[in-house]
């Protein structure tokens, strides 16, 4: 559109797509061009289209209109195969693995190494296992992979999509669950890609890894393209207007009320409170009017935490009391009954109920606290629902649309909303601002604030360490399932936090790259 | 006999998928019990691997006799071929099998069943003369052997009468819930079934059921449509004292009582019994005293 | 590796349960037991073994006993009275049942229909068209027959290992290890833990599932000619409810209905375990038909109880996630 | 409810037309109605009639399939419930009767809810056992007799009328509004659709997804038990052997006709029941076709693939794989 590629030169090139979901206009008349050996960014807010414009390329959906050339010849392919043949290799946004196989048949799935025709397992472990140390990962393939956290899925998908040695690579919000070592292993990695001339697609929110890594950057809009630009000659400002089509409100300065907030009452409160072989006891109080951050490494015990608290696991040791009163933990109801919430970090299997309806979705919860013979009246369900939607911008704004036809981060609001329809006290969000754009990142970190000064005690668990610098009032640090440092005040900064993490090697390393 | 105290024998029996089935069941028992016989019976869940693995298991036990009521007619030779080679008698109940096996039993105690068709035919076109009559049929499980042979037995009695038609004819699974949703659909699709002139039925059951489907639709069984079926359980003869029904033909739930005695003779005397000891099937009907059979039938297991 | 704790558990609990009927019936400890065992639930296993596969790739397939009593049929019918040499009949009924497999597959992946009305749609079709074929049952009298149902390997202490045993544990193994080493394997794994996963990761999902539903026919086909060896004649009633039995055997051998877990090894010990109870049911012959039922259930209900229990026991000490192993 | 149907039940309803009319076709007199006894007699009050059994039992297996379960014990239930029933029919009071039966129901339902739900059992295999045993013990209770009765007030709610119709099609009715009432109603209704479709997600979010688990299964026992006791009323007597055998395949099927899915979920109550008068329609028209019986499963398997089809959501699928094929040609 703007500046009409240079066609030779064009590894990629679409033209024309359009795509339709029932009354939805996904993609309308979508250009892209991938040059090889370019990193190209794919932008935009949460339900921009940018899945949808990777799911047509690669023909998981059929498109309406348009056409798509690779070096030139016009392909069509029709299933995930089909491209694979094509040359396309493609990391999906929710990680499409299979949990119940080994990490090593995850790799190397429909290509394994054969032998008479049959699969040779020990050459397949060797080669999983060398290929996963590229990723700094060291695990024993033979497991299964739903053993494993999401973070390790994720670098499995990348690393079999590496592997695929295709022309192109399109990779959907890889970033979403690594921390930074991970991620900066992963840029390694697509650079080396990018000077062999692969052609690499990247979606992510966090604008300061497209900075980092990308070459050029193409931003979608409402199933529309907006325009293509070099990173280099593009201004955060200008960026960020082109995606949202509006100027971004800046962010305050999170913390400007924290001195008042100190005499807050506490919410809930828990005594060494943990479970053998899962988290080691702890200490942790939770006040009205206050955020605290849960900061770690990956597998540190943060969500293991998170769960103890809600009640989602059950504790066999110490003592939890809401509003000062003893309460036992023992589900997830008890918790919801206490008034507490929780939104998990894996929203597909965790959290959404993907067949029900955005409205079913968001009064859920409410309507457990509230109990079988107690209905929330439709009238009563639509009202919540659309002033949910409203507050927090849920796209397309659609009570009645099945939740799993929403965007990644779209889902997530919606789980959000969920929970702040039981007025809870006390809310534990895992990653709440993962696979979220950058208008609604400020958004949620806005009503972070916002819920902590209606009185709200919150306990959030975030791998952005700036995220948690912003909005925390103290942070927890955890390590190998232990929590090792409380930090408060003005000790809170992303040096600090590293610091108490660092008492092993990695850390260390990671402070490095920082 | 004396002797037969110390018997053991396996009776591999069908299972229990009637009222009839029950009763010979039970009759094998007190019969066997009468001659101090000890009875092992098991049941087989209507499956002939289930029989067959029942044999093998008697065979291992060396049992002094088996009884089989075997589910099917066919596919018993390799199974008797080891009881033979075991020196165990087989004696076959209520159904014959495939002539091939001739050999491989001692007896068969069984009544005939195409007889049993005819002897119903029969009845039916005695009491019907010359008049036109429309007959529906209700059939057991499609490919049972009895099913099968109890309307080619019919069939054949009524073909040597040109006024005798079958005019539906659809199974009723030797069920009373099918055999009166069938008799009702039936009503129906003849006209509410002022055109039938007479139901026959594989079993009493299905009978029970059919007479209820007519008396709902207003139709008077045993006086505006006849019916006559075959088994002669205790509710037919019920249905006969209140003039709902007009004749069925007995099959009897004593089996195991000449199978025993022939069992008895064979290994006392070494009497070889003839292959094949037919048991009676005997014509009821609203003359024979209906009540007296049902009072004594009625404490048989049915 | 993964799938094999649960096969390890049901190995021990049909340990343990033939302990206990040998305890009570000496006799049942005997090569002649285990023969029998081994042939009466030929059939079975054959069967199980394709629903091994159809279960793990998160289906079901409710056709196969109607299968097995068409073919039983088809093949009475083909050779006694179309005159077919039995080899040929052999071949035919196998190609026609993979076909119809290959079509049950077809419609659930074309259309996205349920497995379970499928196959149960292919249920009646299978068996009404053995109705269509014969209502009568029909001996078979070729010599194939009396020699395949003569032959057997004499084990020590009496027992016998008969041809049709022999077919059961060949499929048996063939099963398995296509099952654990394979490509096809794997796929079937793959689509058992998600369909759509499995296809963006380029799993042929279409062709994959014709394939697995035209395996299991194509066994119950198997299992069919088996069951005629066994019987030595077609019969359209014959197998009724197999299929209750062989999904009943699946998952007592650690097969999850919801797919993406499981082993054929430990469906054939499912498969024994069934065999057992029917067994020690027979021994004690007293009895009476509702009893018989009645204590199906009851041991039905101890073996998976005692089954889950073991599986509760053996991940306890375990915690719950456990951290990466290097 | 009534807001689900026009848009979801289109299909069934399309479908239930189709075999109507393929059965006017076969028996011209399909359609007759007439006034008997004070009751409706023709072919169409049949359909209801004996459509009721499989209604009554797809009532309860359609929100155990929305949790994503299964419940084979049904007929099974049903031969306990009609056993119970026929043998006190004659010694008690119809409210002991039917006390005793439909108790007899929600005890089997217990049990089943508790192997799925406490011992994390897989419903296929937890309610085989009492598949298998239930049978066993209803023949216990009647020893494998027809043990028949005469009480005229249980023989009423097999073969009495209100106001025409059926006692058995108006307790269908009645048992169809009572469930839609307790469900929709209440917040039943939207709990088991979130258990069904995502269980781990609705325990997190608070929901008691067990007790959901066991309250299904309970009023799928108390259902089946009804069906048993309207079974032997119709009949006078309980048939143990073959009281309900199959009928669990039959109900699953309405369900699955009714578009719920086996994989849980969203349900329809007002569907499955309709899947149940299609299943009858289906039936009722073979039997008054005058076929021979030996076509009845192949007609059977024949209509209920060209249900599914009717209502496939992939119709387009196969709109699809036409113009696919047209794409590679051309
Ligand atoms: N299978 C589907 N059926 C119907 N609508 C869909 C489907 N998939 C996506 N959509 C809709 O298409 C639009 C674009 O979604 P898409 O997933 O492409 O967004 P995205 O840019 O990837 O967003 P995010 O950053 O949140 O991942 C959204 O409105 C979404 O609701
Ligand atoms: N780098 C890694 N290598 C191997 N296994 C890992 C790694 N990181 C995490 N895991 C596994 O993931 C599991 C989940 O970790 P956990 O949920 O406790 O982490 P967390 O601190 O909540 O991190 P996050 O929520 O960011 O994933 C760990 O128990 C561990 O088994
Ligand atoms: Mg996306
Ligand atoms: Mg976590």
Known sequence: MENSPDSAASLLEVRGISKSFGAVRALQEVDFTLRAGEIHALLGENGAGKSTLIKVITGVFPRDAGIVRISGEEVAPRSAKAAVQAGIATVYQEVNLLPNLSVAQNLFLDRQPMRFGIVREGEMRRRAKTLLADFGLDIDVAAPLGSYSVAVQHVTAIARAVDLSARVLILDEPTASLDRHEVEILFGIMRQLARRGIGIVFVSHFLDQVYEISDRITVLRNGRLVGERETASLSRLELIRMMLGRELAETTSARAAAGARKTREVCASFEGYGKAGYVAPFNLELRHGEVVGLAGLLGSGRTETARLVFGAERADRGQARVEGAPVRLQSPRDGVRHGFGYCPEERKTDGIVAELTVRENIVLALQAKRGLHRPLSRREQDEIASRYVKMLDIRPPDPERPVGLLSGGNQQKVLLARWLATSPRLLVLDEPTRGIDVGAHAEIIRLIRELCDDGLALLVISSELDEIVTYSDRVVVLRDRAHVEELTGEAIDVGNILAAIAADSVAVALEAHT | ?302 | ?326 | ?330
């Open chain 3, 1 to 326: 590796m993964k799938g094999l704790p649960p096969v390890l558990i049901t190995a021990v609990v049909l340990v343990a349960g033939f302990a206990l009927c040998a305890v009570q019936f000496p006799n049942i400890a005997s090569t002649r037991v285990v023969g029998n065992l081994l042939t009466d639930n030929a059939f079975l296993g054959i069967v199980a073994t394709g629903m091994t596969f159809v279960i793990i790739s998160g289906g079901i397939d409710l056709s196969v006993g109607s299968v097995i009593g068409f073919t039983t049929v088809f093949v009475a019918l083909a050779i006694e009275r179309w005159g077919m040499p039995p080899l040929v009949a052999f071949v035919a009924i196998l190609a026609l049942s993979a076909a119809f497999g290959a079509a049950m597959g077809a419609m659930i992946h074309v259309f996205d229909l349920p497995p379970f009305i499928v196959t149960l749609a292919g249920m009646f079709l299978a068996r009404g068209a053995s109705f269509l074929l014969s209502t009568e049952s029909v001996p078979i009298t070729a010599p194939v027959y009396s020699t395949v149902s003569d032959f057997a390997l004499r084990l020590p202490g009496g027992g016998r290992l008969t041809a049709v045993a022999i077919i059961m544990l060949t499929i048996v193994i063939g099963g398995a290890l296509l099952l654990r080493l394979t490509r096809f394997g794997a796929n079937v794994y793959a689509l058992g833990g998600s369909r759509q996963a499995a296809s963006l990761m380029g799993v042929a999902v279409g062709r994959m599932t014709v394939k697995i539903y035209m395996l299991s026919s194509l066994l119950a086909g198997i299992a069919g000619i088996v069951f005629s060896f066994y019987t030595s004649a077609g019969y359209s009633l014959s197998a009724v409810g197999v299929e209750l039995d062989t999904i009943a055997a699946v998952v007592i051998g650690g097969t999850l209905l919801t797919g993406g877990q499981g082993s054929v090894v430990g469906t054939f010990l499912g498969v024994l375990i069934q065999g057992m109870i029917q067994t020690y049911i027979n021994f004690d012959g007293t009895l009476s038909s509702w009893w018989t039922k009645i204590a199906t259930g009851v041991l039905l209900f101890a073996f998976i109880a005692l089954q889950q229990g073991l599986v509760a026991l053996a991940r306890r000490p375990v915690a719950k996630r456990v951290g990466a192993v290097s």
């Open chain 4, 1 to 330: 409810m009534t807001a689900l149907l026009p848009r979801r039940g289109l299909a069934q309803i399309l479908a239930l037309i189709v075999i109507l009319a393929v059965d006017r076709v076969v028996s011209p007199q399909f359609f007759d109605l007439r006034l008997q006894d004070g009751r409706l007699f023709g072919s169409l009050i049949d359909v209801l009639n004996r459509g009721t059994p499989v209604a009554l039992l797809s009532l309860g297996m359609v929100l155990v399939i929305a949790t994503r379960g299964i419940d084979l014990s049904v007929g099974a239930v049903m031969a306990i419930s009609g056993a119970i029933a026929a043998s006190l029919a004659d010694t008690h009071s119809l409210a002991v009767v039917l006390a005793a039966a439909l108790g007899a129901g929600l005890i089997c339902g217990l049990w089943n809810g508790f192997l799925v739900a406490v011992l994390g059992m897989q419903p296929i295999v937890a309610t085989l056992i009492l598949m298998v045993a239930g049978r066993g013990i209803a023949q216990l209770i009647t020893e494998g007799r027809i043990v028949t009765f005469s009480s005229p007030d249980l023989v009423w709610l097999g073969n009495g009328s209100i106001l025409g119709l059926p006692v058995p099609v108006a307790i269908a009715l009645g048992m169809l509004i009572l469930t839609g009432a307790v469900v929709r109603g209440s917040a039943l209704g939207l709990l088991i659709e979130a258990t069904g479709g995502n269980a781990r997600a609705s325990e997190l979010a608070g929901v008691g997804t067990r007790a959901m688990i066991l309250a299904v299964y309970v009023w799928c026992g108390v259902c089946a038990a009804l069906a048993g006791v309207i079974a032997a009323a119709d009949i006078m007597g309980a048939d143990a052997n073959n009281a309900g055998l199959w009928l669990e395949l039959d109900a699953i099927l309405a369900v699955v006709i009714g578009g719920t899915s086996l994989f849980g979920g969203r349900f329809s109550l007002v569907l499955a029941v309709l899947g149940a008068l299609i299943i009858q329609t289906m039936n009722t028209g073979i039997l008054l076709s005058g076929y021979p019986p030996e076509f009845n499963l192949l007609v059977k398997a024949v209509v209920v693939l060209a249900v599914l089809l009717l209502q496939s959501p992939k119709l387009s699928g196969f709109a699809g794989v036409v113009t696919r094929l047209r794409r590679t040609k051309a």
């Open chain 2, 1 to 302: 006999p004396a002797n037969a105290a110390e018997l053991t024998i396996g009776f591999s029996q069908i299972g229990s998928e009637s009222g009839w089935r029950a009763a010979e069941t039970s009759v094998s028992k007190q019969e066997a019990s009468k001659r101090k016989v000890n009875l092992k019976i098991a049941d087989a869940q209507q499956k002939q691997e289930n029989q067959i693995k029942a044999i093998r298991s008697f065979i291992a036990q060396n049992v002094d006799a088996i009884f089989l009521a075997p589910v099917v007619s066919t596919g018993w030779d390799s199974v008797l071929k080891e009881a033979k080679e075991a020196k165990i008698p087989v004696v076959l109940l209520d159904r014959d099998i495939d002539p091939s096996g001739k050999e491989l039993y001692l007896t068969a105690v069984t009544s005939d069943s195409v007889h049993e068709g005819e002897v119903a035919g029969d009845w039916l076109a005695k009491t019907v003369g010359g008049k036109a009559c429309n007959i529906v049929e209700l059939q057991g499980t499609v490919g049972a052997s009895v099913a099968a042979n109890r309307k080619k037995g019919f069939d054949t009695a009524i073909a040597k009468h040109a006024n005798l038609k079958v005019v539906r004819s659809q199974t009723g699974d030797f069920t009373r819930a099918k055999g009166k949703e069938v008799m009702e659909s039936f009503i129906k699709a003849e006209g509410g079934g002022k055109s039938l002139c007479a139901v026959y039925a594989h079993n009493d059951d299905m009978m029970v059921g059919a007479i209820q489907a007519m008396k709902e639709a207003g139709l008077k069984p045993g006086k505006d449509i006849l019916t006559v079926s075959i088994d002669a359980v205790p509710d037919i003869f019920k249905a006969m004292v209140a003039g709902e029904a007009n004749a069925t033909v007995e099959l009897t739930p004593n089996m195991a009582g000449p199978a025993l005695d022939a069992i008895a003779a064979f290994k006392d005397k070494g009497t070889v019994p003839p292959k094949w000891i037919q048991t009676d099937s005997k014509l009821f009907t609203a003359t024979d005293d209906p009540q007296k059979i049902y009072d004594s039938k009625k404490g048989l297991g049915y």
